[in-house]
């Protein structure tokens, strides 16, 4: 049974330091892993889609790389703004498209 | 607003009545999924449809929820003799079928149960 942790599961930084959010996973058997941003009581916005063949993606500040062999995955967000404050989860993607989700880290960048 | 959208937003019932939830997926996605979230925690499946078949269901999935997607686009969840512990966020994804395919969310439906 495939599970995901995430770790740290809380993360508080100063603006513009750059960080490192953990993502790992039991089951090296996915399709792709997806990382998302949740904001306190709504849905979740997807970040970054990094396919089971490709080792990272980038996107502006955010690079999500994938090491499926170690089952892990990381997301750098460089130097942080306060607008970065949510939180983020991961997600590893099967053959059917179901999602199993880590718990999330609930970053907060402080001014 | 061509994203997926949710109905409605919040809803607060009492124990024991029935709620029904509404999602709209983006239009040319084929598939339909249904997740729910409780507090500190991660999205958990409930359920998902490709086209208008269900094609897998989780356990967390009682014998009180059912869900549909009569036609193939607009699916609803069905929650009868609700429970305190049924409160939750109930969040609905859609995605084309392949492999490589990205899921996108709706705003979810938070359910409150008094």
């Known amino acids: 049974k495939q599970e995901v942790t995430q770790i740290p599961a809380a993360l508080s930084v100063p603006e513009g330091e750059n960080l490192v959010l953990n993502c790992s996973f039991t089951?090296?058997?996915?399709?792709?892993l997806q990382w998302f941003r949740q904001d306190p009581g709504k849905g979740l916005t997807s970040l970054l889609l990094?396919?089971?063949?490709?080792r990272e993606q980038t996107s502006g500040r955010l690079n999500a790389s994938l090491d499926k062999s170690s089952g892990r995955s990381t997301l750098y967000i460089a130097a942080s703004q306060p607008g970065d404050s949510a939180t983020y989860l991961c997600?590893?993607?099967?053959?059917?498209?179901?999602?199993?989700f880590g718990q999330g880290t609930t970053l907060q960048v402080k001014p | 607003d061509t994203g997926v959208s949710q109905d409605p937003r919040h809803k607060i019932t009492k124990r024991g009545q029935n709620v029904t939830f509404r999602c709209d997926p983006i239009?040319?996605?084929?598939?339909l999924y249904w997740y729910r979230q409780t507090l500190g925690q991660g999205p958990e499946f409930l359920t998902y449809?490709?086209?208008?078949?269900?094609?897998?269901k989780s356990r967390l999935l009682s014998d009180r929820f059912s869900a549909e997607r009569p036609k193939g686009s607009f699916s609803t969840l069905e929650i009868q003799r609700t429970e305190q512990g049924d409160s939750a966020m109930y969040l609905c994804?859609?995605?084309?079928?392949?492999?490589?395919?990205?899921?996108?969310f709706g705003q979810g439906t938070r359910l409150t149960v008094v």
């Open positions: 994804a859609s995605s084309l079928q392949g492999a490589h395919t990205e899921a996108f």
């Open positions: 089951d090296s058997a996915i399709y792709n």
């Open positions: 990094i396919q089971s063949s490709q």
């Open positions: 997600a590893v993607e099967g053959n059917t498209g179901k999602l199993i």
């Open positions: 239009s040319e996605h084929n598939r």
């Open positions: 449809f490709q086209n208008e078949a269900q094609l897998e």
